[in-house]
């Protein structure tokens, strides 16, 4: 989180008023990581899907995008089922008038379970208050003499337990369900009847649209429909850097086929996706995929799979990082009954066989699978993943982030600031910004040491430093520094941009 803050990848929102919990706002390095991470997204997911590979149908898959507004009408909230179910339970704290989720709160009793008329010390994972319950637990019962347990399976009377923050037990309040939806209204009179919601998922848009996008473009089922943009739950306890927000980015396909081929299909990109976050740095023992049990799986789900990573706030565990959802027809259904419009899908290339050749067609609400990422964790696991300490080094920090997503592709530094070298610096980094500026900046440095000017592009995660020295004078050749090795080479002056682009994999 320093190493974010120190070198411009993420900042606290407003955080010259103390700050707003739950908000995160990105840098100048932090925007370009993210920026790079969504269009790996789209070019791997809609321009050229799964890297133009066959589906399991034979054919290649085929996705459009739309982009769909943050405010949609409040009945796609009731059809989808947000406004009835998507609850948490919560609790309050009467003392400190704090708020924390029920299935996130903890308490410190004593090993034999039963604290006596002695107070029980309440706490939420990964927080200050539970390094600060601990110790008045070990106080109160005896240091090693105490275990940790849900708050949702505690027994004893409420008024025993100490809520997180604060001194006297029996201040927390009996669980209660807590919307996640924001609250917002449309128009100048801002009654209940001009009642609407900030968005908790791309999805809903893409469902709404599902027979506008058939009816006006070429695709045939199968097909998938992709959104990227804003979603906003209203947590009650965000915690954990940007892993749990209260405002945060999505890229989420919904990919319509036959039911009969719904199975093949989300094996396919149940595969897929874990084989994409993989390219793009994350492989190794931090990554797994998941398959739900059959006890966690939504009333209609018909199979579900995270993309785990292990966070270092959740080591040993894994936190999600996507979702791969086998949905069935349930949204297209519920949209079609609230709506009204007719949403099946007639297919021509099946049904009934006709004298004449042609088919009847086959009317069906197509199943769905849906991949589900969050681009504010994915970036959060990138930077993880990247994060290396090399004592080795002068300044041990650095970021070995894949080139592809890196925010600065390559530095350019004049060894020093006299003998020609600045201006032959200077032409070398125009010419690597009009050639990559698609894909990253190119930065230019003639500040301070060398060795400081390498170490503060490793702490940004530039993969190559490119120096005019001496030897480029006479030779015209330059030094090549890779990040993660630290090794150097020369390469020709009129073959830098080459080599960048082989690098890149341009």
């Known amino acids: 989180m320093a190493l974010c803050k120190r070198r411009g990848f993420i900042y606290q929102a407003s955080e010259i ?17 993210k920026k790079n991470l969504r269009e790996a997204w789209w070019q791997d997911m809609i321009l050229r899907p799964c890297w133009g590979r066959s589906g399991p149908n034979g054919a290649p898959v085929r996705c459009v995008p739309v982009e769909t507004r943050i405010v949609q009408h409040p009945k796609v909230w009731e059809a989808s089922g947000h406004i009835a179910g998507f609850n948490d339970p919560m609790v309050d704290c009467r003392e400190t008038k704090g708020r924390y989720r029920y299935d996130h709160v903890m308490v410190y009793v004593p090993e034999s379970g039963d604290p006596g008329d002695k107070p029980v010390f309440a706490y939420v994972g990964d927080q200050p208050s539970e390094a600060r ?12 003499a105490i275990k940790s347990v849900p708050l949702a399976s505690f027994p004893q009377p409420w008024g025993r337990i100490i809520a997180p923050d604060a001194e006297k037990p029996g201040s927390l309040t009996e669980p209660r369900q807590f919307n996640l939806m924001f609250k917002t209204y449309i128009g100048a009179l801002a009654t209940e009847d001009d009642v609407a919601y900030l968005r908790p998922e791309t999805a809903q848009g893409i469902f709404v649209q599902f027979k506008n996008v058939v009816d006006t473009t070429r695709v ?13 739950r209203n947590e ?11 405002e945060f980015e999505q890229a989420e396909l919904e990919f319509f086929c036959h039911p009969d081929e719904s199975v093949a299909w989300y094996k396919f990109w149940r595969d897929f996706r874990m084989e994409w976050w993989k390219s793009i740095g994350l492989a190794g023992d931090n990554l797994i995929l998941r398959e739900h049990e059959k006890d966690e799986l939504s009333h209609y789900s018909q199979g579900t799979s995270d993309v785990e990573y292990r966070f270092p706030f ?7 990082l996507e979702g791969i959802a086998h949905r069935g027809n349930y949204d297209l259904t519920q949209h079609q009954k609230v709506s009204g419009a007719k949403l099946e899908y007639n297919d021509t290339e099946r049904g009934e066989l006709l004298p004449n050749g042609q088919r009847r067609g086959e009317r069906y609400l197509p199943h769905c699978i849906e991949p589900a990422a969050g681009l504010d964790r994915g970036v959060l696991a990138l930077i993880c993943e990247a994060y290396t300490k090399d004592e080795s080094r002068p300044s041990p920090e650095l970021l070995k982030l894949h080139p592809r997503l890196a925010p600065i592709k390559a530095a350019v530094f004049p060894l020093v600031a006299k003998d020609g070298m600045p201006e032959v610096a200077e032409t070398l980094h125009t010419e690597l910004t009009e050639r990559f500026w698609r894909q990253g900046a190119i930065e230019m440095d003639e500040k301070q040491s060398i060795g400081k000017r390498y170490a503060r592009m490793d702490e940004a995660g530039t993969p190559f430093c490119f120096t005019i020295d001496g030897d480029t004078l006479t030779g015209q050749t330059v030094t090549v520094r890779d990040r993660d090795s630290g090794q150097q080479q020369r390469v020709g002056l009129d073959k830098v941009g080459d080599f960048l682009a082989a690098k890149l994999g341009l």
């Open 314 to 320: 959740t080591a040993p565990g894994f936190g999600e």
């Open 133 to 144: 319950q601990k110790k008045k637990a070990e106080k109160t019962f005896g240091a090693g």
């Open 220 to 232: 045939k089922v199968p097909f998938g429909i992709g959104n990227v943009g804003t979603s906003f």
């Open 236 to 246: 009650v306890t965000p915690r954990n850097f940007t892993f749990r927000s209260r």
């Open 17 to 33: 008023y103390g700050g707003i919990n739950g908000f995160w706002d990105y840098g100048p390095l932090g925007s370009q990581l």
